[in-house]
């Protein structure tokens, strides 16, 4: 039901993201690199996944829209990354908190913060 390493490295394999049982994905202060799947939510069968913590890492790229679809979601922390872009409106229709400090995410234009988000600019 949990996946946490700290010896990991490298991409996030995609074969994760078939783990069907999945309750939590902590990546956070581990040497992972490169981008959060695209089309995580449509990947696998992560219908249970209530953590998705890559803070702390060397993850990088566009905030992946399908993030979005993970319903069950309840905490994303993508604090210290290099993500960057835009947060999807779509998340303004779950009850996911969001770390963000950190980050190079645009959350101005959203309309969502504070109401969903921990908003943080640390920048």
């Known amino acids: 039901n949990y ?4 010896n990991l490295e490298g991409i996030i394999p995609n074969e994760l993201l078939y783990l069907t049982s999945l309750t939590s994905i902590n990546l956070g202060s581990t040497n992972i690199a490169g ?3 695209w089309d995580i939510a449509s990947l ?14 060397h993850i990088e790229g566009d905030f992946p829209p399908s993030l979005a679809g993970l319903y ?11 993500i960057s872009g ?3 409106t779509d998340l303004s229709n779950t009850q996911t ?9 645009n959350t101005y234009d959203t309309n969502l913060c504070p ?8 920048l």
């Not at 996946?3 to 700290?6: A, D, E, M, P, S």
């Not at 069950?72 to 290099?82: A, P, V």
């Open 72 to 82: 069950s979601l309840t905490r994303l922390d993508l604090s210290y990354t290099l």
């Open 35 to 37: 981008n959060i799947p």
């Open 44 to 57: 696998g069968n992560l219908d249970n996944l209530r953590l998705f913590n890559v803070s702390h890492t």
């Open 86 to 88: 835009y947060i999807p």
């Open 115 to 122: 109401y969903i988000f921990a908003c943080y600019d640390s």
């Open 3 to 6: 996946i946490g390493c700290t």
């Open 97 to 105: 908190y969001v770390v963000l400090d950190g980050t190079f995410l």
